[in-house]
């Protein structure tokens, strides 16, 4: 079946430690996107892609970083340098025409110990 | 900017209620608007969506009706089951270009037996 995938689903960090969190799509969608929820909050969105090997940030990138040389793949790196990492990360993916909703994944939930 | 007004939650009903969650927004031009529906520890799911004035998008008993005159888009439901409960996210979504997604804060919804 389609759709997106995210791993892992829970990850536990140490303060001054970057991770990574895998995204990939079978879709064949063009676009790709993360998002940041917390608690009680919407959702705020980090990067986001629209063509390979091209992204551009969205309204909270400081402290992240995004990669993608692939059409499938969008892993998200949560640097040391981002204050409040502990959070739950939402990946999606959609087409770049028409009405293009999102198709999201599952999340990681992110913990820094 | 743009940007999507939700009724704040927590919205507490007994199960066969009436269902009204209240969505404003505030764009140029004629966005899409969406509902997308979150179940705990889980990816947001598209609920439903309208692209124009007057469409009502409908699905598992939900509607909500494009009103452009007041930049509405309210969901409705007109018999709450438990299996509801949920976080319900309005969203919109320039139909020009290639633009991201907008989303309101998000109204929780619990469904009392």
């Known amino acids: 079946d389609g759709g997106i995938t995210q791993s892992p689903k829970y990850l536990f960090r140490k303060e001054g430690q970057n991770v990574t969190l895998s995204c990939e799509q079978n879709?064949?969608?063009?676009?790709m996107y993360w998002y940041r929820q917390d608690p009680g909050q919407g959702l705020r969105l980090i990067y986001y892609s629209q063509i390979v090997n091209d992204f551009q940030k969205g309204d909270i990138a400081e402290g992240y970083s995004v990669s993608r040389e692939k059409k499938e793949s969008f892993p998200l790196t949560v640097t040391s340098a981002q204050k409040n990492p502990t959070a739950f990360y939402l990946c999606?993916?959609?087409?770049?025409?028409?009405?293009?909703?999102?198709?999201f994944g599952e999340g990681s939930r992110l913990t820094v110990l | 900017g743009d940007s999507v007004t939700q009724m704040e939650g927590p919205v507490t009903l007994s199960e066969e209620a009436f269902l009204t969650i209240n969505c404003t927004y505030t764009a140029t031009g004629y966005p899409s608007l969406f509902w997308y529906v979150q179940y705990p520890g889980e990816g947001l799911q598209l609920l439903l969506k309208?692209?124009?004035?007057?469409d009502k998008g409908s699905n598992k008993g939900f509607e909500a009706t494009y009103r452009k005159e007041t930049t509405s888009f309210h969901l409705e439901k007109g018999s709450v089951q438990v299996s509801d409960s949920a976080v319900y996210f309005c969203?919109?979504?320039?139909?020009?270009?290639?633009?991201?997604?907008?989303f309101g804060t998000g109204t929780r919804l619990t469904i009392i037996p």
């Open positions: 999606a993916s959609s087409t770049t025409s028409g009405t293009g909703e999102l198709f």
């Open positions: 969203a919109l979504r320039r139909d020009f270009g290639n633009e991201k997604l907008t």
């Open positions: 309208a692209t124009k004035a007057d």
């Open positions: 879709l064949n969608h063009d676009a």
